[in-house]
């Protein structure tokens, strides 16, 4: 028999996005309280909001890589604001030690989803397991129609990601471009901020770009040379 958490699913598990890999700035917080409560020892639902770009995928990552190395049953999906899946996809989604949705604010307004994900929310829940969201706004401000479901979302802790400042972006860059391998000065770190887009999910796919660049040039990121490649981008 297939166990639950053996469904093949269409999803994204992405290797480097764990506690590790995620710089915490103010929010380490919302570290420790994401990682008690995959332990056991937390609070049983949390919210996380933030704007997006924050890094909420990234902790609700985290907490499924966590959750594997602690032999706990993880499921992790983002609901997209296109097109939902069939709420079918909830379905034996209760047994799951650790389950983790992102983007819950798509599903408002379809009361399917919102019907099917009371009933999932509720026996989830009764059986002592952890339910992990994330919204880009707080969960009052979510316009669930199904009133129960809304009283439900308010349930446990809510927590904000609070917004890197400079200084934080450009340690944060530093940091990440130390993780794979290369390095990146303050002063260009500096340069990045003000010509680039400040949006870190952004930033990180422009350090894979300068990391090939640099190897690809057998040269450092300075910034007449960050000016050359930034440059050749905006022709592109």
Same mark, same amino acid.
């Given at each position: 028999m297939t166990k639950p958490w053996q469904i093949p699913l269409n999803f994204e598990f992405r290797a480097n996005q764990t506690f590790e890999d995620f710089f915490p700035g103010t929010n380490q917080e919302i570290i420790n309280h994401?990682?008690?409560?995959?332990?056991?020892?937390?609070?049983?639902?949390?919210?996380?909001?933030?704007?997006?770009? !924050?890094?909420?995928?990234?902790?609700l990552q985290a907490c499924c890589h966590q959750a594997q190395s602690q032999n706990r049953s993880s499921f992790y999906f983002a609901l997209s604001p296109v097109?939902?899946?069939?709420?079918?996809?909830?379905?034996?989604?209760?047994?799951?030690?650790?389950?983790?949705?992102?983007?819950?604010?798509?599903? &408002?307004?379809? &009361?399917?989803?919102?019907q099917a994900f009371f009933n999932f929310f509720n026996q989830h829940r009764d059986q002592g397991h952890?339910?992990?969201?994330?919204?880009?706004?707080?969960?009052?401000?979510?316009?669930?129609?199904?009133?129960?479901?809304?009283?439900?979302?308010?349930?446990?802790?809510?927590?904000k990601i609070q917004p890197l400042a400079d200084s934080d972006r450009i340690a944060a860059l530093i940091f990440k471009a130390d993780q794979m391998g290369f390095e990146i000065s303050p002063q260009a770190g500096r340069f990045l901020l003000t010509h680039y887009d400040?949006?870190? !999910?952004?930033?990180?796919?422009?350090?894979?770009?300068?990391?090939?660049? !640099?190897?690809?040039?057998?040269?450092?990121?300075?910034i007449p040379f960050l000016k050359q490649i930034l440059g050749e981008e905006s022709h592109d």
């Amino acid at each position: 028999m297939t166990k639950p958490w053996q469904i093949p699913l269409n999803f994204e598990f992405r290797a480097n996005q764990t506690f590790e890999d995620f710089f915490p700035g103010t929010n380490q917080e919302i570290i420790n309280h994401l990682q008690k409560s995959i332990a056991g020892n937390g609070e049983q639902q949390l919210f996380i909001w933030g704007a997006p770009g !924050s890094g909420k995928s990234h902790l609700l990552q985290a907490c499924c890589h966590q959750a594997q190395s602690q032999n706990r049953s993880s499921f992790y999906f983002a609901l997209s604001p296109v097109e939902l899946p069939d709420p079918a996809l909830l379905t034996g989604l209760d047994k799951f030690d650790i389950v983790c949705f992102d983007d819950i604010e798509h599903l &408002a307004g379809n &009361a399917a989803w919102e019907q099917a994900f009371f009933n999932f929310f509720n026996q989830h829940r009764d059986q002592g397991h952890t339910l992990i969201l994330s919204a880009s706004c707080p969960p009052n401000n979510i316009a669930i129609q199904l009133p129960d479901l809304k009283t439900r979302l308010n349930w446990g802790l809510t927590l904000k990601i609070q917004p890197l400042a400079d200084s934080d972006r450009i340690a944060a860059l530093i940091f990440k471009a130390d993780q794979m391998g290369f390095e990146i000065s303050p002063q260009a770190g500096r340069f990045l901020l003000t010509h680039y887009d400040r949006d870190l !999910s952004s930033l990180w796919l422009l350090l894979k770009k300068l990391d090939q660049a !640099s190897l690809a040039a057998k040269r450092k990121l300075t910034i007449p040379f960050l000016k050359q490649i930034l440059g050749e981008e905006s022709h592109d």
